[in-house]
């Protein structure tokens, strides 16, 4: 069985401490919005989707046990806490836009005279709720579409009719701990494993946070997948010497035009990739991309505290005095981008904008 990260049943939501993997493993009860804020900011959850579901569900909480006046006082309480939850981080866009269609539902419930206050907030647990097994469906999609376009690039390149197991490089964890479950970039992992096309599997350290070494790590050993480790001052020798087919990766936030934000380091993996001629995928749910905004320079890059490279652990590892500078994301242009690989299809970044307006229109 594959990792959990967050468990929820009606009026209860922990989430598996990420801070503490892979030495421990322990559940925090999340009781409502300030506990979700805080696991979200600390880190303690993390990964655009699982951080979007977290957000959500412990709204979730909060309102279960509540008793509301009317369906106005309760559109209120739902519009304050989204807006809230929606500042623990800035950079990831699945929490927004989650807020944002939940607060349509809302809006639409509270104008609704066949439905009374008690239904209405039925309806936002059941919305919110649904996001659990939606998030795994569609994860699921993406290993099917990702998997394919790998292969079939491969094939192509060799001009042979099937490619044989391929290897892979990985940046960060986007894995089960990053989702609901089966992973977005690592969900491709999966289903070239489970096609019995997995040869390696690569990740990276992924530094400051080790996202790579303690996370994607811990999830690869634990689904027995052949893997390896690698620093990321590492991806050039390492696209150089082992034949590696396609990096993918998750992402944040990924523009109108597909420049994507994702985890600090991408972006030179994706220049590395594009000298070694090796594709580079970018792996995301509809509900990481942003179409609100352009291009790429309208993200805003969250930057972590110094402490998160100074130190690791307890451990002082950085000269005293010296200056930092922690930005938690990069922005990789469009231009080094393979395709997009969503729930629905891998699509070329120029195609990205119409083909999504086209989905959602649908
Ligand atoms: C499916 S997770 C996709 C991204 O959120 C992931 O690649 C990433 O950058 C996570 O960053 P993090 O700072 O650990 O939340």
Redesign the pocket.
């Known amino acids: 069985m594959s990792l959990q990260s967050i468990k929820y049943t009606r009026g209860s939501l922990e989430i598996l401490d990420q801070l503490l993997l892979p030495v421990q493993s322990k559940y925090l009860p999340v009781r409502g919005v300030e506990d979700g804020w805080k696991v979200i900011n600390k880190?303690q959850v993390?990964?655009?989707?699982?951080?979007a579901i977290v957000g959500c569900l412990s709204l979730a909480v909060e309102i279960h046990p509540e008793e509301f006046e009317s369906k106005k006082s309760l559109r209120q309480e739902l519009e304050g806490k989204l807006n809230y939850l929606v500042s623990a981080?800035p950079?990831?866009v699945n929490m927004k836009i989650a807020a944002d269609e939940l607060l349509v539902l809302a809006n639409d419930l509270t104008k609704d005279d066949d439905v009374d206050v008690a239904a209405m907030k039925q309806r936002f647990l059941n919305a919110t709720e649904a996001m659990l097994k939606k998030d795994i469906a569609d994860n699921r999609a993406i290993g099917a579409h990702g998997a394919k376009a790998i292969l079939q690039r491969v094939a192509a390149a060799a001009g042979a009719p099937m490619s044989g197991p391929v290897r892979v490089l990985t940046?960060?964890?986007?894995?089960s701990l990053?989702?609901a479950g089966y992973?977005?970039?690592?969900g491709v992992v999966r289903q070239l494993s489970e096609l019995g096309k997995l040869e390696h599997v690569y990740c990276t350290e992924t530094r400051p946070?080790n996202?790579g070494a303690r996370?994607t790590a811990y999830e690869l050993v634990h689904e027995k997948f052949p893997a390896t480790l690698v620093l990321d001052s590492m991806v050039a020798a390492l696209l150089r010497a082992k034949n590696v087919a396609a990096v993918v990766?998750?992402?944040?936030r990924v523009a109108a035009n597909g420049d994507t934000?994702?985890?600090i380091g991408?972006y030179q993996i994706a220049v590395v990739a594009r000298h070694h001629d090796v594709p580079f995928y970018v792996?995301?749910p509809l509900t990481?991309i942003d179409l609100h905004i352009p291009s790429g320079d309208h993200i805003i890059i969250?930057e972590?505290p110094d402490r998160e490279m100074t130190h690791v652990g307890e451990h002082r590892i950085a000269a005293p005095g010296i200056n930092c500078w922690n930005p938690?994301?990069d922005v990789t242009p469009a231009s080094l981008i393979t395709g997009i690989i969503t729930e629905r299809g891998v699509f070329k970044p120029a195609q990205l904008k119409e083909a999504i307006t086209k989905l959602l229109e649908t």
Not at 183 to 186: K, N
């Open positions: 880190m993390r990964g655009a989707p699982a951080i981080r950079t990831a940046h960060c964890n986007t894995g990053a989702t992973g977005t970039a690592l946070y996202q996370l990766v998750g992402a944040d934000a994702n985890k991408t792996a995301a990481s969250e972590r938690a994301f």
